[in-house]
């Protein structure tokens, strides 16, 4: 994807210090983390996500780069899946506690 990318011009990382500047979702180092919490966090972070793989595939669109976008397009609906995954497990939770 990488190759992809920078194929059309679009910046790509370049070292591991490129991506800890450019790192957008939080590390959570706590020892323990409340589940309901932990995948709260996770279906956020899979929001996050979602809207900067749309941002790629918009980058590719404009390019006409239409492989890289239809990738994109099969990414971001498995993160969607995900996401919707996640977000039924917290409102299933949230029902059986009422």
Known sequence: MAERLRRIGATTL???GHVSKLQNIKDNNEEWVDPEHMLTEIRDDLVFMAGQQRKACE???D???HASSSLF???IDETERLKWFVHQHL???RKNID
Do not use: M, Q
């Open 14 to 16: 370049l070292s591991i």
């Open 59 to 61: 980058v590719c669109a």
């Open 63 to 65: 390019k006409r780069d």
């Open 73 to 75: 397009e099969e990414i």
């Open 91 to 93: 409102e299933g939770n």
